[in-house]
Structure formats: C-alpha cells, structure tokens
C-alpha cells in the first residue's frame, strides 16, 4: 500500500501563507546573482504548494530546477511539443496522464513501453516527462498526488540496456530540480526477472523514494491501492477510466497548450559564472513555514 501522503488544506491561514511565501522567494530570487527573476507569481505558488510551503525546500528546488537545465541540457532544452522526437518519444515509450483525479485526489500517470524497442530514445523519454510534469504545474496542479503506473507488457531487455547509463542522472533532475509528490511507483503484468530490475534501480533513489515501488503479480492488486480507483485507472491498466488514447490525446493537447511557455524558458535559467563560490546551498530562511499537519 502507498503511504499517507501530506496534504496541504485550503484554508485562508494557508493562502496568506502562500502569498507572505511568494514575495519572499521573489525577494530571495532577485538576491541570488545567478538565478534569474521569476514574475509569475501563480507558477511560484504552485511550485511552493508542491514542496509542501517548506521554503528552504523550494529554494533548494528552484536553484536546482534553473541550473539542471544548464547541467543536463538533453532532458531541459529544446522543448518543443512538435518536436518530431518528442512526438516519437510519446509512441515509444508512451506516458499519458489522467485527466481526472481519483476520490482520494491524486492523478494518475501511466507509462507503457512501446512493441518496438529499437526506436526508444530514453533521452526524449525524460524530455518529454519533465515537460509533462512543468506542463501540470503552470495547469495550477497544487493540491494533487500523483500514482505512477508502468504497464510491463512491451518491455523489453534492450528498454533497459539503452536507459541504464542515463538512470542516475534522470533521477539527479528528478530528486534535486522537481518536487516529488508521486505516491507510488507501481508495476503491472511485469516480466519474471522484473525484481532485479527494480531492485538495482532502488540503489539510485533516496529510501523514501524507494520505500514507494510496488511490484504487482496481478495487475487487480492495483486497484487495492490508496490512491488508485477503478474509475479513473484507464481500460488497458485494468480500470474503468477512459482509454489509453483518450488520456493520451489530453496529454498531447496540455503540451501543446504551453508550447510558448516552453519556447520563453529557453533562455531562462542559471548563469554559474554569477553563483557565489562561498554558497554550498541556497540561502536559508530562518523561521520557516510551521511543518503541516499530515492527514
């Protein structure tokens, strides 16, 4: 089962929390020499929601999400939705999310290998999530879980043989540049030798994260899980919820929806040559946000 995860209630404590918590990272942005400004107080309230109104976490995730574009260009620039390998990306090694929440609100992202493993791009692959994951957040997606689900059916030995060297650096930008609030990781119709996969796949993540893979011997055990409902979970995951096609169509639109968002972030991000040598992280606030309440 997946953990109880911390939710952040709409309250009107919390909003004057959000807002006092915006001004200062804007404050704090416009100090740090080698980050850019960020006038987009709707996106940077979402950003904060998804790190849990902690503002030393957001912090240490906005100067890892600015720089990591610089550090690992082949996943953070060039993000165009028309982009023919991104499109071949989505066919590959499909992802499409749920464009609905379950009851217990969280979202659904289900992952299906494609049938033909040599036109996988693992690179394009981890393009095309982050651009998923920013897409969700400029949607204002602040109170939200999310579930992955990988449908094994199509995978394929030479899925890993061409994604094991960039591993860790996906997991680089994912634990260090975006805010982890999937729930659980979870696997369905899997191969026999499935678990040695997963298991030297764990030796890259953080425990915590680790701690959230579930592997499934049937794909019904799914619908056991807390945050996974028939009615949302698509046909061919073993749900009741629309198709594969139908979420992967409003995958599709969201991206091209925010095409020009993507363009204008081009050339936004860190300029090292700017970073204080003396700055191990970024500056700390004292008297940050009391820790929420878990529910």
């Given amino acids: 089962m997946s953990p109880v995860a911390e939710v952040i209630e709409d309250t009107d404590v919390t909003s004057q929390r959000i807002k006092e918590g915006v001004q200062h990272l804007k404050e704090w942005l416009a100090k740090q020499p080698h980050l850019p400004n960020v006038d ?123 994604g094991l060297t960039r591993i860790p650096q996906i997991v680089d930008v994912y634990v260090n540049a975006y805010t982890e609030r999937v729930v659980s990781f979870n696997v369905i119709n899997a191969p026999s030798f499935i678990n040695k996969v997963v298991n030297m796949f764990k030796n890259y993540l953080p425990e915590k994260i680790a701690n959230r893979i579930y592997v499934h011997e049937e794909a019904s055990e799914l619908l056991e899980c807390e945050y996974v409902d028939e009615g949302v979970l698509a046909k061919e995951f073993g749900g009741n919820g629309p198709s594969i096609k139908e979420y992967d169509d409003f995958t599709v639109r969201l991206l091209e929806k925010h095409a020009g968002w993507f363009a204008k972030q081009e050339s936004v991000c860190s300029n090292e040559e700017l970073r204080r040598k003396d700055d191990a992280k970024p500056e700390e606030l004292q008297g940050s946000f009391r820790k929420l309440e878990v529910d």
């Fill in 40 to 162: 987009d107080e709707e996106w940077l309230a979402t950003f904060l929601c998804q790190c849990k109104l902690s503002l030393e976490k957001t912090k240490s995730k906005l100067d890892g999400y600015f720089s990591y574009r610089n550090k690992y260009p082949q996943f953070l620039k060039n993000r165009n939705p028309a982009d023919p390998e991104v499109i071949l990306a989505g066919k590959s090694y499909n992802l499409s999310i749920s464009s609905k929440l379950t009851k217990s609100g969280a979202r659904i992202l289900h992952f299906a290998p494609g049938e033909d493993p040599s036109i996988f791009d693992v690179d394009a692959l981890a393009k095309r999530m982050f651009m998923v994951t920013d897409a969700m957040y400029l949607e204002k997606d602040r109170h939200t879980n999310y579930v992955a689900v990988t449908d094994c059916r199509h995978l394929h030995y030479m899925h890993f043989l061409r």
